[in-house]
């Protein structure tokens, strides 16, 4: 059964860092590219940020360009999301999500984790 888990979400004041993780396991995430999302109350869920299979692509929404990094680790089977800077407006559940039909600014996924809350807020 293929399925992804991801953890490290939680409060955090503005200004502060989280790195969000994301497990697969039943695949290889290696062959795919993966990404994370976010929907706030309200809100329709967006692509925050992906990568490519071979890490030549990446993408970032411009809320959060400079201040998120995507990375991958294939041999742990794992990626991840390092959000620093962090504000209000950055309150979200986030979602890994893999495969993706290519790394881009609208790209369809298989797989989608539970979601971690992510709450900026002082």
């Known amino acids: 059964q293929s399925q992804l888990v991801e953890s490290g979400g939680g409060l955090v004041q503005p200004g502060g860092s989280l790195r969000l993780s994301c497990v697969g396991s039943?695949?290889?995430?290696?062959?795919?590219?993966i990404g994370w999302f976010r929907q706030a109350p309200g809100k329709e869920r967006e692509g925050v940020s992906c990568i490519s299979s071979d890490e030549s692509r990446t993408y970032y929404a411009d809320s959060v360009k400079g201040r998120f990094t995507i990375s991958r680790d294939n041999a742990k089977n794992t990626f991840y999301l390092q959000m620093n800077s962090l504000k209000p407006e950055d309150t979200a559940i986030y979602y890994c999500a893999a495969p993706l039909s290519i790394c881009s600014d609208h790209p369809t996924a298989e797989f989608w984790g539970q979601g971690t809350q992510v709450t900026v807020s002082s």
């Open positions: 039943g695949f290889t995430l290696g062959y795919y590219d």
